[in-house]
């Protein structure tokens, strides 16, 4: 007989009411599962609660792990009813098993993580009036913090300190801005080696999109990248994004390889 409970403390600062763990009869842990939930309005307008759960356990109690996830994610996301929310996870393109069980569940596998290899750009696209394109100053420890808090502040969280430093040490590290009157209304980071060159991240100020600011700041991207010698200009893009989908066909955008697949519940 299985039985869940939650842990005596925290899991790696996962409060303990998130974090569920199976266990027999005889006391032996035989899975564990947790949820995060992340209101990004920035990042996902059209959905903006997204609750990530993970889920390890033995095949006879994935079941009542799940429906435990689950159940939680729905209370997490009542706290704010009137948002769209789902709940959703990250698997690799060949865990067909895995896969098979999720869309069992009801869950989708519509949406994925993909590659892209990005061409110049197909059309014109200009600046609002007044902005220009700037290299964004990361000479001091603080002008770096106050990248890195702007790109948090617009949901992009999977740049920290270390990958900073890190992309800063290879040939084709730029990063760049649109900046009218002293604002920057967007942001931008490259890295790469030889003739390779990747887009890390991009964001564009809430209250100024749809108006082509990142295809400008794309494009000028491209230009100095390609001044130095990168003829293969890539970028990690989530198919579930309407920007990034925009913006990938705007550069008439190849798939090179699926690298997440992301089984998903509107919830």
Excluded: W
């Excluded at 989708?108 to 993580?113: A, G, I, R, V, Y």
């Excluded at 948090?152 to 760049?176: G, I, S, V, W």
């Amino acid at each position: 007989m299985q039985h869940l409970q939650h842990p005596m403390g925290p899991l790696h600062q996962i409060p303990p009411e998130d974090v569920f763990l199976s266990v027999d009869d005889g006391g032996t842990q035989t899975g564990m599962g947790y949820v995060i939930c992340q209101v990004q309005p920035h990042l996902d307008p059209d959905c903006p609660i997204n609750i990530y759960f993970s889920l390890e356990c033995a095949p006879q109690v994935r079941f009542l792990l799940f429906g435990a996830l689950v159940a939680r994610a729905r209370q997490l996301r009542d706290v704010n009813p009137s948002m769209k929310a789902r709940i959703y996870t990250a698997i690799g393109p060949g865990e067909t098993e895995t896969a098979s069980f999720y869309e069992s569940s009801g869950l989708t596998l519509n949406h994925t993580e993909v590659m892209v290899r990005l061409n110049p750009l197909t059309r014109e696209a200009y600046l609002p009036m007044g902005a220009s394109i700037k290299e964004i100053p990361l000479f001091s420890p603080e002008e770096q913090m106050r990248l890195l808090g702007r790109f948090q502040q617009n949901d992009l969280k999977y740049l920290d300190a270390a990958y900073l430093q890190q992309m800063m040490n290879t040939p084709h590290f730029r990063a760049m801005g649109v900046v009218q009157n002293d604002r920057i209304l967007a942001e931008g980071v490259t890295a790469g080696v030889g003739g390779k060159c990747e887009l890390l991240a991009l964001y564009v100020a809430q209250d100024v999109r749809r108006q082509g600011i990142a295809k400008v700041l794309l494009r000028q991207f491209m230009i100095v990248m390609m001044a130095e010698g990168v003829t293969d200009f890539t970028a990690r893009i989530m198919t579930r994004s309407a920007p990034q989908s925009a913006l990938t066909r705007a550069f008439a955008a190849e798939q090179l390889e699926v690298l997440t697949l992301f089984p998903e519940l509107s919830i």
